[in-house]
């Protein structure tokens, strides 16, 4: 607010007057909520100077911030680091969980996906020999395909429908609830997420089905 500058505000027992307003900005860690920040002109107590740079030749850069630092103080050598090095730090145990999340997940995915190839296997192989009675009468593979696909389909459309509400409390209400600062979750992404995941079940489920479905009924009810 233009309105504020020049008013006199009281800061550790000193008065300051407001020469400048800016424009909102976050300072800080992102996950933070540390925002009123106050931009203070001092000449004795300065400790740290922020740089934007835009350059290729980073080595270059620093070569020369260096040469200038020397003109300055002869005995300390420059300490300087870049933001998104500072930010690699204040993040890294962040990271780190978030991998092993990511890996957990992983293995869950693999042992129920594991699961659903043995249920879809199992369920196949018992009942080739109605398959194959189905398609001496003249079923043929697409509605083969769907006699053994549906009760897969119904148990996965009930796991989605519970996964999708569990997933979201979980992300908003607990998760993300200790960062000040975050994207907000979408339908999209949960709706993307279960669709990849219903297009894995579906690869396996068809697969299988499709081999039993091709069968010869012949050689199936010979050996019956």
Do not use: C
């Not at 890294?92 to 978030?98: D, F, V």
């Amino acid at each position: 607010m233009k309105s504020a500058i020049g008013e006199i505000i009281l800061l550790n027992r000193k008065e300051y007057a407001i020469v400048g307003v800016i424009e909102n900005y976050h300072y800080g860690r992102a996950d933070g909520d540390k925002n009123k920040v106050v931009l203070m002109h001092s000449e004795t107590s300065a400790s740290n100077l922020n740089l934007k740079i835009n350059s290729t030749d980073w080595l270059g850069t620093m070569n020369k911030i260096e040469a200038a630092w020397k003109k300055v103080d002869q005995v300390h050598p420059v300490e300087a680091s870049f933001y998104s090095d500072q930010l690699e730090d204040l993040f890294r145990g962040l990271l780190a969980m978030l991998k092993v999340i990511g890996f957990i997940a992983f293995l869950a995915i693999s042992i129920a996906s594991l699961g659903l190839l043995g249920m879809v296997v199992f369920t196949t192989e018992t009942r080739l020999k109605e398959i194959s009675i189905r398609k001496v009468m003249g079923a043929n593979t697409l509605q083969l395909t769907y006699l053994i696909s549906k009760n897969f389909l119904v148990l996965l459309a009930i796991a989605t429908a519970i996964a999708l509400p569990a997933t979201y409390y979980f992300f908003t209400e607990k998760f993300l609830v200790t960062m000040k600062n975050h994207l907000p979750v979408s339908v999209t992404d949960l709706v993307i997420g279960a669709m990849a995941m219903a297009a894995l079940a579906l690869v396996m489920i068809s697969t299988q089905t499709l081999k039993a479905a091709r069968k010869n009924p012949a050689e199936v009810l010979k050996s019956e």
